[in-house]
């Protein structure tokens, strides 16, 4: 399991996964917005969104966990 925290504080603009989905390598997860600058957060690995912890709108702090993922172990 992979957790997916918040690179900075901001705000979470739009979130781009559903839980169950499954997601690729460097695939977009959500975008947060930050001093009026949009930043997309991206998978760091193959897997399944197992839970998302945040929600369009929402105030985060750098650190936060805002999805877990399943991810595929190769092999």
Known sequence: MAA????????VVDIKVKVGEAVENGQELCI???MKMQMPVMSPQSGVVREIK???GQGIKK?????????????
């Not at 650190?63 to 092999?75: A, I």
């Open 4 to 11: 997916i925290v918040a690179p900075m504080p901001g705000r």
């Open 32 to 34: 947060i917005e930050a």
């Open 54 to 56: 945040v929600a369009a």
């Open 63 to 75: 650190g936060d966990v805002m999805m877990e993922l399943d991810l595929h172990h190769p092999g």
